[in-house]
């Protein structure tokens, strides 16, 4: 990396902290040019725009996400236990300072057309895909039976993983990360207990 | 109703149908005032605070929600086909100009202690606590079986709901809600499906 791809990296980095806690737009240029030490101008030479920052701080959030969530659990083997540690690091993953950035961004960006909300759909839809991928290979590792949808399963545990996260942080429910691993096992057991009985 | 009292409902109404679209922290004062043709100063005696306000927008989409969702269903028979209509009542509700108001809200007022968000995590228990007690209702009319966790299956439909409002709204996925239908309709399937393993 370059000097300047090292500064853009190590902006992006802090943007996308802040970001977490509050929210995509509420970065502020000026607060993030004090934290590393930056003029305003020098900060925007490096994204252009409001708007092209935050993009930047998207796909930085994804480029963090695959780290954190993805290659761990594509060193697991195929199947049932690739899919499981997917679906526990990223309950780590909501845990942070501030819960999942996705999750937050998702509100803020609902109702806000524009190049953020079409990085944040993109990296969502990757996500959804890469959960969706790894039930295919559940089913073609025999894992799993084969009229499972992995669409659908991708759905549900998506939905789990919101109702944990809500239950969690806005809720403050104790039970609330319990619940969803509990309801991981059910969806993951269905899959299964279909499967020993048609075969 | 008093004429003030008129005033004050007319005002959360549409109080309510802003803050669905721009947030409750995006309610302006001013804008409110315009619309209703009234001064900013005689909208405030109305509430007293702009935190006011909000606890009481919060309020009002709880009115609306048991008046939409919550009562036509409690007409229904109880146990399942409650059950199945708070679902249905629930999923037309995201369908709004804006989407959920408690979707939105929740991510909103995650990291901002204080009233407002106090009142949201009333309102949303209450109807974690409805969807439980419909599903322990089932149970009782002999609908699910005896080990139906009642507080797991309002967890469960909960992120169900959060999944389909997701992927409808954000993703904008035509299936979404067919998603959700079956997932729940799966649900049930199995707090049934066991019943007639067990009976």
Redo the contacts between chains.
Sequence with gaps: MTKGEETRQAILARAFELAT?VGVSGLSIGRLAEEMKLSKSGLFAHFGSKEALEVAVVEEASRQFVQDVMVPALRKPRGEPRLRALFDRWLQWGQRP??CFF??A??????RPGPPRDA??RA??DW?DELAKATRIAVSEGHFRDDVDP??FA??T???????H??S????EPK?LD??R??FE?LIA?ARASASRTK
Excluded: N, P
Excluded at 106 to 111: C, F, G, N, W
Excluded at 158 to 164: E, I, N, T, V
């Design positions: 806690v501030g819960g999750v937050g998702t509100a803020e960006l609902d109702d944040l759909v969502i839809k959804v669409d659908q759905f549900e998506y939905g789990l993983m919101l109702g944990g809500t239950f942080r806005f809720l403050r609330a619940r969803a509990s309801a059910a269905t």
